[in-house]
């Protein structure tokens, strides 16, 4: 692989909420075009899908820059080969 020593994003664990949306961005552009066959496309719409929800809830504890970061994440979404339309 010509993909240079960067770290580990995903571990296994699907539990990416509220306080993981950059993360959840971060791991969708990473591989952008190309998702590795050991992440599951629909577990991660499910987390994205949760996301949005609790942006629609606005609950008064949600993270501090939430809006702007789950506009990131659904741009991401958008511009990745992960989810069909």
Request: charged share 20%; hydrophobic share 35%; net charge neutral.
């Amino acid at each position: 692989s010509n993909r240079p020593n960067v770290p580990t994003l995903f571990h296994g664990h699907y539990n990416f909420r509220r306080e993981h949306v950059v993360q959840l961005s971060q791991l969708i552009s990473r591989y952008l075009e190309c998702k590795p066959h050991s992440i599951d496309s629909n577990k991660i719409y499910n987390c994205v899908r949760a996301c949005v929800m609790d942006l629609e809830k606005n609950y008064s504890d949600n993270p501090e820059h939430y809006f702007v970061d789950m506009r990131m994440l659904l741009a991401t979404c958008l511009a990745s080969t992960w989810f069909s339309d």
